[in-house]
């Protein structure tokens, strides 16, 4: 019951904004929506679920675990039974704004409450690794699903759908999962400031890349955007490093195993999020394929996602969690890295590419967050999971906003036209080329760092194990 009840969130989490997109153009004609409040209807859930995940985490620490994710559900389950009351583009806004806030208050709690469900490592991984695999169902099916729904069912159904979803996650929830102890929660005040300028921080991060594709490199928004989230980084670890009850503890963030976790998950993130962004650019408008043929073209990592999962636990078992970390991050730095370089020689290469990516993804998504948990203590397991999940949200963001950036910087005209002249493709792969290796030795230096980090923390454990030995 607890599983199911928990692989209903994720399934919420990867299955919404999949089956929305579908929905964008339908909802544009239906409410009269202009381009800018169609990518709110999106981005609003984005940025308010990336931005309150550490708040939420932090909160979840302290009151609860299972009581913020039943608060959280019941909010889903309301906003979106809201969404059949819609008839503005601003209604439907808020009305994502409010799920975005339930999934802030439910996805942390899902890993913690897995971590928390079962003592040994061996079982986390396979209990992670199946409520993943519910959850990238739902993302590999989500358009097809609402595809065939709009022809038959108003947008508005494919919305309707977490209501039960969030029911059957109440039920498991509910009746799977008793109540956290006193002792694996914490007392210490809430950090109000240290929450306000950490949330505020991860906006204006997840703000700053839309700004830099839409507004382009040469206008002083995304600029403008991007140093206040550098200014506001700045003032936050002050704010941790002073206070005597922090929003988030440097120290834990510290550790080698929650560190070097936190750097794979933001390395898969990086490099996910720019190499999505970049084939479907090459797929549909470099090449001139349809995008039911680019669909098709990105089949590859769909199935490595969905099915991946049944190799994981052998592969850790095998390796061990620690070397299945960096093996797995590796994997995606090298797919990356694949396409930087050989992209330009053909699909097959492209298709290489997404399976490196994603197989390293699979794995790296899993175990990195079950590493992450393992390094903190139990009162504070929800606020690690929350690190994971906007390590990821934000790096995403940052991969997509470096791409953009090149290709605006290298691409002359107007870059959605059909009809290119061979400069503007030369131009293109370029700009291709270098976005790759950009973000390959971005993610690389990531994964190095997170390597060593490991390995030195390692080495003094051993150290200080053979003085032991010598001093007894």
Do not use: C
């Amino acid at each position: 019951m607890a599983l199911a009840g928990l692989s209903a969130v994720f399934l919420f989490e990867m299955l919404d904004n999949s089956i929305l997109n579908v929905a964008l153009p339908t909802i544009g004609r239906d409410l009269h929506a202009s381009t800018i409040a169609l990518q709110w209807v999106t981005g609003a859930y984005a940025v308010v679920f990336g931005g309150l995940m550490l708040v939420f985490g932090a909160t979840a620490d302290r009151f609860g675990r299972r009581r913020i994710m039943l608060i959280g559900l019941v909010l889903l389950g309301v906003a979106s039974l809201a969404t059949a009351f819609v008839t503005t583009a601003e209604q439907l806004i808020v009305v994502r704004a409010v799920m975005g806030v339930a999934a802030a208050m439910t996805t942390p709690g899902s890993l913690a409450l897995t971590f928390r469900l079962f003592d040994e490592d061996s079982l986390r991984v396979r209990a992670t690794t199946l409520i993943s695999t519910v959850g990238l169902v739902g993302l590999a099916i989500g358009p097809t699903v609402g595809g065939f729904v709009l022809a038959i069912a108003p947008w508005q159904v494919l919305l309707l759908v977490n209501v039960p979803i969030a029911a059957l996650a109440i039920i498991g929830v509910r009746a799977g999962i008793a109540a956290d102890e006193p002792a694996d929660l914490h007392r210490d005040p809430v950090d109000v400031l240290g929450a306000v300028l950490g949330t505020v921080t991860i906006v204006l991060t997840l703000v700053a890349p839309t700004l830099f594709v839409n507004e382009g490199s040469g206008s002083w928004a995304p600029w403008t955007a991007t140093a206040a989230a550098v200014v506001g980084a700045i003032l936050f670890v002050l704010r941790e490093r002073s206070a005597r009850y922090p929003l988030l503890d440097l120290k834990l963030v510290a550790r080698p195993l929650v560190s070097s976790g936190l750097a794979y998950k933001a390395a898969a993130g990086l490099a996910t999020a720019g190499l999505g962004y970049m084939v479907t650019l090459q797929l549909q408008l470099a090449w001139g394929w349809t995008p039911a043929h680019a669909a098709i073209g990105m089949l590859p990592q769909v199935v490595v996602l969905v099915a991946g999962g049944l190799f994981i636990n052998p592969f850790v078992q095998r390796v061990g969690l620690e070397r299945a970390a960096w093996l797995s991050a590796a994997a995606v730095v090298l797919g990356l890295a694949v396409y930087g370089l050989m992209s330009s020689f053909g699909y097959l290469w492209v298709a290489v590419a997404l399976v490196l990516v994603a197989a390293g993804m699979r794995v790296v998504g899993v175990v990195a967050g079950v590493n992450v948990l393992r390094g903190l203590p139990k009162n504070r397991t929800t606020i690690g999971a929350a690190l994971t999940d906007t390590a990821t949200e934000v790096t995403s963001g940052v991969g997509i906003a470096v791409t953009g950036t090149i290709l605006a910087a290298l691409f002359t005209g107007d870059i959605a036209t059909s009809d290119w002249s061979t400069q503007q493709a030369a131009q293109f792969q370029e700009a291709v080329t270098i976005a790759g290796l950009t973000l390959t030795a971005v993610a690389g230096a990531l994964v190095g760092w997170a390597i060593l980090r490991t390995r030195s923390a390692a080495d003094g454990q051993a150290s200080k194990s053979m003085a032991e030995v010598f001093g007894a």
